[in-house]
């Protein structure tokens, strides 16, 4: 059974600097494409960033690109989303997802796994 545990929310003030963390388990790592989701009060879900399972192919939100980074590290079966010059619009629960198929991470469409959510608190 796949698994995945996220790390690294919390507050922050505009401006500055998070990195998330989240790890899998239960299944060879690279086998899976790995994405981030956010989802704010009171809004949808909505993807952040994705990236393919060796890396070789990633996507980034057009609402975060040049701020939001993904990354993976397969020997230690981590995908990270760097987050920087963060505004109080990224405030939002932050999901991570693992799926086997890199294009239905990206589409958002019937990803296997979930994480529980870390939450992102941006302050103006």
């Known amino acids: 059974q796949v698994q995945l545990v996220e790390s690294g929310g919390g507050l922050v003030q505009a401006g500055g600097s998070l990195r998330l963390s989240c790890t899998l388990s239960g299944r060879p790592f690279s086998a899976y494409a790995m994405g981030w989701f956010r989802q704010a009060p009171g809004k949808e879900r909505n993807i952040v960033a994705a990236?393919?399972?060796?890396?070789?192919?990633?996507y980034v939100a057009d609402s975060v690109k040049g701020r939001f980074t993904i990354s993976r590290d397969n020997a230690k079966n981590t995908v990270y989303l760097q987050m920087n010059s963060l505004k109080p619009e990224d405030t939002a629960v932050y999901y991570c997802?693992?799926?086997?198929?890199?294009?239905?991470?990206?589409?958002?469409?019937?990803?296997?796994?979930w994480g529980q959510g870390t939450l992102v608190t941006v302050s103006s």
């Open positions: 997802a693992a799926d086997t198929s890199y294009a239905d991470v990206k589409r958002s469409s019937g990803v296997g796994v």
């Open positions: 990236i393919s399972g060796r890396g070789y192919a990633t």
